[in-house]
């Protein structure tokens, strides 16, 4: 099977998923990052974070915990659709004051936010192995990203129903440290 044929299934399969759950469960899963994970996370560490559309693993929650623990938040920003991928300082996870739309759509941090370099990422994905690989939306803005910045600690957060094995990965694709669940953690993978 081939990454975009895996896609559409995996789209499909996990949009059945959400779809099937209760408004009230959707609000308690990823409320707050597991206590392993916390010990993967370097001290003074800026988290970078993405913005889940409807049917990938929410991260307000967990934006909100950080936050309030006092670490630096980023998340992605796109001055337009042919540009690399970078980081900028999200300050207010609460309201979100400081966010605007960007090419694709997605709110991201505006244009005079202060760019900054994650050093623990949260990373939306597709699909993922019990062995940390993920396969991503298929742009690789996260794989060429990554790949410009060696050393990031990188954390997939998905559904259940997203884990799959085997599946078919590339050389330039970089492995997860850790994938989280809503019934479990993957990893921390060496």
């Given amino acids: 099977m081939t990454k975009d044929q895996l896609r559409k299934q995996l789209r499909a399969a996990r949009r059945e998923h959400v779809a099937s759950l209760p408004a009230s469960m959707r609000t308690l899963v990823f409320l707050r990052p597991p206590a392993p994970l916390l010990d993967l996370i370097p001290e003074n560490a800026t988290i970078g974070l993405y913005r889940a559309n409807r049917n990938e693993a929410p991260t307000a929650s967990y934006a ?12 992605p920003r796109f001055t337009d659709e042919d540009a690399s991928m970078e980081f900028a300082r999200f300050s207010d996870p609460f309201e979100e004051s400081d966010l605007e739309a960007g090419p694709y759509g997605i709110l991201q941090p505006k244009a005079d936010a202060e760019t900054c370099r994650p050093n623990f990422l949260f990373v939306p994905l597709v699909g993922f192995t019990d062995k ?25 957060l998905a559904w259940d129903c997203q884990k799959v094995d085997p599946m078919p990965t590339d050389p330039h694709d970089v492995p997860m440290a850790a994938i989280v669940t809503p019934t479990r953690i993957y990893g921390p993978f060496a």
């Fill in 64 to 75: 909100k915990f950080f936050f309030e623990q006092g670490y630096t938040l980023a998340l």
């Fill in 132 to 156: 940390g690989e993920r396969l991503g939306q298929g742009g690789g803005h996260y794989d060429r990203w990554l790949a410009d910045n060696s050393g990031t600690l990188t954390t997939g």
